[in-house]
């Protein structure tokens, strides 16, 4: 699908520059796409923040509190 943009000349370059591409078509693909990753990475995140998501690490604790232990008993 093509679209058609009105950007600046400077917000071009800033553009170019940032994707390191030379081309502006690419540039802009580029841009978009890093632009999607982020909004996707930050609702990801955003669930995990809230509680919607979460992951259960059987043991963490447990393994955890061996851990230090040891390290106690190392220092002695």
Same mark, same amino acid.
């Given at each position: 699908?093509? *679209?058609? *943009?009105?950007?600046? !000349? &400077?917000?071009?370059a800033?553009?170019? %520059? /940032?994707?390191?591409?030379?081309?502006?078509?690419p $540039?802009?693909?580029?841009?978009?796409?890093?632009?999607l990753?982020?909004?996707h #990475? $930050?609702?990801?995140?955003?669930? /995990?923040?809230?509680? !919607?998501?979460? *992951?259960?690490? @059987?043991? /963490? @604790? &447990? %393994? #955890? @509190?061996?851990d #230090?232990? #040891?390290?106690?008993?190392?220092? !002695?």
């Amino acid at each position: 699908m093509k *679209v058609t *943009v009105e950007l600046s !000349e &400077n917000e071009m370059a800033e553009i170019l %520059d /940032f994707t390191g591409e030379s081309k502006k078509g690419p $540039a802009i693909r580029r841009l978009m796409e890093q632009a999607l990753q982020q909004l996707h #990475r $930050a609702q990801i995140a955003q669930r /995990f923040i809230s509680g !919607e998501w979460g *992951v259960e690490l @059987e043991g /963490f @604790e &447990n %393994d #955890r @509190e061996c851990d #230090r232990q #040891r390290a106690q008993e190392l220092a !002695e």
